[in-house]
């Protein structure tokens, strides 16, 4: 990965030039946007390597407006042949649409930055061979082989390494380089005619990060296939998660799930206006609740951050060109902005004036066009001990891993399932309990955090499969948060 990516870099003003030489003479503005992509993908399932997984894709998207209408085309020859052609192909939809579109893109936005983003990387993965990643997975699956009753294990490490340049008509030249991980530990424990997973981050990937193999250290990879193995052996040794309304605390791999679809998909702006009806929903958030709705408790802060340092979703730029910084969409509960970026923002002037939003335009690959994504979106601490949130629960349950999640097309009401329970009673941490699921109501849900966790327990999660669109996009967003207390939660599992 690294000598290809030297090389791509080492094209970039060439490829720049070629933009501006192939790009159409009259449009109101272009853009071109580069996108190279190498991955690697690595498992150890019971002590035996897996064949390894490599990919490597490039290609540019280009973007032509003109006489009010938008185009986009996309294509993977990058010769000045390829790209005239794509440009042709913009600039035709461009002029087929003028005429229907809902939004005068002569009124967009039109960016002009200059500027680099890298991720911060220690290790790079290519300073180490195939073998030696090999070997470290081989350690950590053979770790959790800990008795005959964990029937399945694996070890597994994804790594990427992407490199975008954007160019634009009005001088704008934005280079981002990303690294990518995530590893993983499973074991699958079998006792009693049942069977339970369990994981490190989740089932999903919930732990994943920018950088390099120092990744893995803030993981603890190396070291916890032993506690997932153990903690599987509990689970199948356990009663079912009670039914009742209680108390819940979440624990930060959780808390991402929770703050993913009950605050980032119901607050992206293109869909409160509509663009995502007929595929994935709307949202019970209106364009009227902005700046004083109160979308949960006073201790609920939540802001866009895409300069936390290591998180999954960071970056200098968003893909429309619009200069990414840290700002606050929910303050002590208070709903602020919504999850729109430069465009969303331009259209939604003549219905909500003065409406705010970040840089979250974004796409997963150099052949879809961007749109609203969320990027990193982070509780704030608060100020209790996990050991004081605890103490403060008569009766409650603690909620760790994600493993199954559902809700509604207006992202409101919902039901999430997680991999270990663990019983609270009188203060005191109580039995293990498996299956625990709660269920609940986002625009009531969030007002019953009765406690955030502080520093101690804030954790940088994220995911790497967040899906939106048509066709569909499936792209990296980081969530990090601390523990939280919610009161009065419907708790419900397989109990009697």
Request: overall charge negative; proline content about 4%.
């Amino acid at each position: 990965m690294g000598a290809s990516s030297y090389l791509f870099h080492s094209t970039m003003p060439t490829l720049a030039s070629l933009a501006q030489s192939a790009a159409p003479l009259h449009a109101d503005f272009w853009s071109a946007r580069f996108v190279t992509e190498s991955a690697e993908r690595l498992v150890v399932r019971n002590d035996v390597a897996e064949s390894p997984s490599r990919e490597r894709d490039t290609g540019v998207m280009v973007c032509v407006q003109h006489g009010g209408g938008q185009g986009f085309a996309a294509t993977s020859d990058v010769s000045d042949r390829g790209l005239r052609q794509a440009f042709a192909q913009a600039q035709s939809l461009a002029a087929a649409s003028a005429a229907h579109s809902v939004f005068d893109f002569r009124n967009a936005p039109r960016p002009a930055a200059t500027g680099s983003f890298a991720s911060p990387n220690q290790r790079p993965v290519a300073q180490t061979t195939l073998a030696e990643r090999f070997d470290l997975l081989k350690e950590v699956c053979a770790s959790a082989h800990i008795g005959d009753e964990i029937v399945d294990r694996s070890a597994a490490l994804w790594t990427t390494h992407t490199e975008q340049t954007l160019v634009t008509s009005d001088g704008g030249h934005m280079a981002q380089s990303w690294d990518f991980v995530v590893p993983n530990i499973t074991a699958v424990a079998t006792a009693n005619g049942d069977t339970q997973t369990r994981t490190s981050a989740g089932q999903y990937n919930g732990f994943c990060q920018q950088g390099g193999l120092e990744v893995l250290d803030r993981a603890g990879f190396a070291q916890d296939g032993p506690r997932v193995a153990r903690e599987a052996l509990e689970l199948v040794r356990a009663a079912n998660c009670p039914t009742g309304v209680m108390d819940v605390l979440l624990m930060p791999d959780q808390m991402m799930l929770q703050i993913h679809e009950s605050i980032g998909h119901p607050l992206e702006l293109d869909r409160i206006l509509g663009d995502e009806r007929n595929f994935a929903g709307t949202s019970f958030v209106t364009l009227d609740m902005f700046g004083h709705y109160a979308y949960g408790s006073p201790l609920l802060n939540v802001s866009f951050a895409p300069d936390e340092a290591h998180e999954f979703a960071g970056f200098a730029f968003d893909d429309d060109g619009t200069a990414a910084q840290q700002a606050w969409i929910i303050r002590h509960g208070i709903l602020q902005r919504p999850l729109g970026g430069s465009l969303s923002q331009a259209r939604v002037q003549a219905l909500a004036p003065g409406m705010g939003g970040v840089a979250t335009t974004r796409a997963c690959s150099w052949n879809r066009a961007p749109i609203d994504r969320m990027g990193n979106l982070n509780i704030a601490p608060g100020d209790s001990s996990l050991e004081q949130m605890i103490a403060s629960m008569e009766l409650g349950i603690v909620m760790r891993t994600n493993a199954s999640w559902s809700i509604d097309d207006s992202r409101n009401k919902f039901q999430f399932g997680c991999e270990w329970g663990q019983m609270v009673r009188h203060g005191q941490l109580a039995e293990v309990v498996k299956r625990p699921n709660y269920r609940g109501i986002s625009a009531g849900f969030w007002r019953s955090l009765a406690m955030v966790g502080d520093a101690s327990t804030f954790q940088i999660m994220g995911t790497p499969y967040c899906g939106k669109g048509e066709p569909n996009q499936v792209i990296r967003v980081g969530h990090a948060s601390p523990a939280c207390l919610f009161k009065n939660v419907s708790v419900f599992g397989g109990a009697a």
